[in-house]
């Protein structure tokens, strides 16, 4: 279990940390960069991590088969270790389904999950993870598709960004131990940013629903109560906004 690959800059640690899979790496292979040239989001999103500021890491993780059949799961894994590193900081942090962790309304982190498979088996689940430690990790507000903040900005001083990434290892060793158990579901949605509000949920095709964001399904699926009825809507490329967002 472990490896670590540390990278002055690179393209994308996920990047690295699929080809890693593709070759030999172990579970809990790690891929850390102090900068990235070409850092995704989700749905094509473009994650921007400048040198000596940010935490932007990726994991490989090797699941077992029930872990296998909580894949879905694997976003709310990250978004949940990275709320806790948040809190041990002194900050509370809300997680905006699926992926982004939230403090003081503002983004500071942001999951990527990509799942390698071989037919049907699921070789490898690739956890990426980007943290706003430093004040210049934020992008200037014009790239901003949410707003965003960083550990310093909402701390006040300076953070150790190895701090941040030890004890936000931690936290995912800790919740993949009960990655299949009742209570990550309900410590997720404990989290949950617009709890029992409207939003607005929005596929990378279009489709648009609106509705009050009532929980999490078994599968990590958020549970929506539309005008008409109560839908479960997958993460897959979806986004979700408070219905008063004006950017919606
Ligand atoms: C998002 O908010 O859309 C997800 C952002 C994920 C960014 C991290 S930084 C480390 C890893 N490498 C990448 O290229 N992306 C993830």
């Not at 994308?12 to 890693?20: I, L, P, Q, R, V």
């Not at 290892?169 to 158990?181: D, I, M, P, T």
């Not at 596929?203 to 008409?228: F, M, P």
Request: aromatic share 6%.
């Amino acid at each position: 279990m472990g490896g670590l690959r540390f990278f002055e800059r690179i393209g994308s640690t996920n990047d690295e940390a699929e080809a890693w899979a593709a070759d030999d790496a172990p579970d809990f292979a790690l891929v850390v960069a102090d900068e990235q040239t070409s850092g995704r989001g989700r749905s094509g999103a473009k994650w921007f991590t400048p040198r000596g500021s940010a935490l932007a890491f990726s994991l490989v993780l090797r699941p077992s088969e029930s872990e296998a059949e909580h894949v879905g799961r694997m976003v709310g894994l990250g978004a949940l270790a990275v709320a806790e590193a948040c809190e041990r900081s002194g900050l509370h942090a809300e997680i905006k389904w699926p992926n982004d962790v939230l403090v003081s309304g503002r983004k500071l982190a942001g999951i990527l999950v990509e799942s390698v498979w071989l037919g049907e088996r699921l070789e490898a689940t690739i956890l990426g993870i980007g943290i706003n430690v430093l004040e210049d990790s934020v992008p200037p507000a014009k790239a901003l598709a949410y707003p965003a903040t960083s550990l310093q900005t909402e701390l006040g001083h300076p953070v150790n960004r190895l701090d941040i990434l030890g004890q936000t290892l931690s936290s995912v060793l800790g919740w993949r131990q009960r990655l299949a158990e009742g209570e990550f579901i309900r410590e997720w949605e404990a989290r949950l940013a617009f709890r029992g509000k409207e939003v607005v949920t929005k596929a990378s095709e279009g489709q648009i629903l609106r509705g009050i964001l009532l929980g999490l399904e078994a599968d990590g699926s958020a549970r929506l109560q539309t005008n008409h009825k109560t839908v479960a809507v997958r993460a897959g490329e979806m986004t979700l906004r408070p219905a008063d967002d004006r950017m919606v």
